[in-house]
């Protein structure tokens, strides 16, 4: 079964520093883009990076010079260092990957089961 398996959240100090993985295990042809979004509570969910499968990027306006986005194609692996840690980034955050099964297909949305970043003040 495909999933995406994720760590490294956890609780941190304000100022602090996580980096969060993501691992696409199981059987696919190929992956496109992967992204990290994050839900905060009583809010909606949001991107918070993403990275094309040729590591271009972009990054949420809120957390661009503290958090890094990257991948390791061999490893199906994407990964977010987050530096510099606020309140506000607590939430819970999310791995998204766009798979690809079959040459003939399309890809298909996936997603972690989220890790819990928690920032105290």
């Known amino acids: 079964q495909v999933q995406l398996v994720e760590s490294g959240g956890g609780l941190v100090q304000a100022g602090g520093s996580l980096r969060l993985s993501c691992v696409a295990s199981?059987?696919?042809?190929?992956?496109?883009?992967m992204g990290w979004y994050r839900q905060a509570p009583g809010k909606q969910r949001e991107l918070v990076a993403r990275i094309t499968r040729d590591s271009r990027t972009n990054y949420a306006d809120s957390v661009k010079g503290r958090f890094t986005i990257s991948r390791d194609n061999a490893k199906k692996s994407v990964y977010l260092s987050m530096n510099s840690l606020k309140p506000e980034d607590t939430a819970v955050y999310y791995c998204?990957?766009?798979?690809?099964?079959?040459?003939?297909?399309?890809?298909?949305?996936?997603w972690g089961q989220g890790t819990q970043v928690t920032v105290s003040s």
């Open positions: 998204n990957a766009d798979l690809l099964f079959t040459a003939w297909g399309r890809y298909y949305d996936y």
């Open positions: 199981g059987s696919m042809l190929s992956i496109d883009d």
